[in-house]
Nanobody, 122 residues
């Protein structure tokens, strides 16, 4: 089982920046991809950004391109997302997500973090 722990959420004024981190831990797993999703009140959870574990390729939602930057640290199984030029519409609970392979069974699986709140005031 893989556990995700997020940190770095908080409140910021419009135009400000925040950095979120997510650390994956567990036994006998190999990460294939990690990323961030977000869910605002009364809205569906939506994709924000992801990073391929081996090659480092990144993908971003159109709404955050040019403002958010995702990175990974393979040594610590951690990802960060640097969020800039934040706007009130970026306010949401941000969830970390991981796709991984269970080494013993070769089974593909995934996990979600508990979420961290990001608040952006006008």
């Amino acid at each position: 089982q893989v556990r995700l722990v997020e940190s770095g959420g908080g409140s910021v004024q419009a135009g400000g920046s925040l950095r979120l981190s997510c650390a994956a831990s567990g036994r006998a797993f190999h990460i294939t991809k990690m990323g961030w999703y977000r869910q605002a009140p009364r809205k569906e959870r939506e994709f924000v950004a992801s990073i391929e574990w081996n090659g480092g390729g990144t993908t971003y939602a159109n709404s955050v391109k040019g403002r958010f930057s995702i990175s990974r640290d393979k040594a610590t199984n951690t990802i960060d997302v640097q969020m800039g030029a934040l706007q009130p519409e970026d306010a949401a609970i941000y969830y970390c997500h991981v796709d991984f392979v269970e080494i013993l069974s070769s089974k593909l699986s995934s996990a979600w973090g508990q979420g961290t709140q990001v608040t952006v005031s006008p």
